[in-house]
């Protein structure tokens, strides 16, 4: 089963950005995404990508804000956030997959990440 660290996370003020990374031990997954996860809220997919032809997906609450990418020679896929909002505040995680299906249902996944922790304040 592949590996996954997460790395990039912090505390910011809104309107700021931070950059995640998630580097893979290996390549063999058709899709990779970030979800997040606060206190009491269930796990949402955040963004998501194709890692053959770098189709990308992304929640309406991140579109415009949130860049997801992917760096096949090195097994990483990053998620550049910009304009942060407190409501982004969340424990973020990477995941892998080769299942067919949706790319936002965290039941698709079974490769996660440890998490990395992101906090916006007001």
């Known amino acids: 089963q592949v590996q996954l660290v997460e790395s990039g996370g912090g505390s910011v003020q809104a309107g700021g950005s931070l950059r995640l990374s998630c580097a893979a031990s290996?390549?063999?997954?058709?899709?990779m995404a970030w979800f997040r996860q606060a206190p009491g809220k269930e796990r949402e997919g955040v963004a998501g990508?194709?890692?053959?032809?770098?189709?990308?997906y992304y929640a309406d609450s991140v579109k415009g804000r949130f860049t997801i990418s992917r760096d096949n020679a090195k097994n990483t896929v990053y998620l550049q956030m910009n304009s942060l909002k407190p409501e982004d505040t969340a424990m973020y995680y990477c995941a892998a997959s080769r299942m067919v299906g949706s790319w936002s249902s965290p039941n698709l996944y079974r490769s996660w990440g440890q998490g990395t922790q992101v906090t916006v304040s007001s």
């Open positions: 290996e390549y063999a997954y058709s899709k």
């Open positions: 990508i194709y890692t053959g032809g770098g189709t990308t």
